[in-house]
């Protein structure tokens, strides 16, 4: 299994960034997918939730609005669309697969992370 995260980069508040997670070495099709980040000092984070054919997504309440979890099953890809960009928005991104049935925002719900990538937000 490999997740691979791109699309990090530096962008000023207010801007935006979509991030991409490309899966390999499994049946992507078949897992939900998530977002979660780990800003410095502080615990990763759950950001985003999106089940296997996407009719169902959740989000952490603070980008709700924000950003948008998408994903395209024939690419063996997801995304993560984030807007109007916050200074605390600064993190390192990792995309996960679900691999266990507990609630999307438990990280032990995730059997497998990608190796992630930074966004950082300057105000």
């Known amino acids: 299994v490999q997740l691979q995260a791109s699309g990090g980069g530096s962008v000023q508040a207010g801007g935006s960034l979509r991030l991409s997670c490309v899966a390999s070495?499994?049946?992507?099709?078949?897992?939900?997918m998530g977002w979660w980040r780990q800003a410095p000092g502080k615990e990763r984070e759950f950001v985003a939730h999106?089940?296997?054919?996407?009719?169902?997504?959740d989000y952490e309440d603070s980008v709700k609005g924000r950003f948008t979890i998408s994903r395209d099953n024939a690419k063996n890809t997801m995304y993560l669309q984030m807007n109007s960009l916050k200074s605390d928005d600064t993190a390192v991104y990792y995309c996960?697969?679900?691999?266990?049935?507990?609630?999307?925002?438990?990280?032990?719900?995730?059997?497998?992370w990608g190796q992630g990538t930074l966004v950082t937000v300057s105000s």
């Open positions: 070495g499994f049946n992507f099709y078949s897992y939900a």
């Open positions: 996960a697969r679900r691999t266990i049935e507990l609630p999307p925002h438990i990280a032990k719900a995730y059997g497998n």
């Open positions: 999106i089940n296997w054919n996407g009719a169902r997504v």
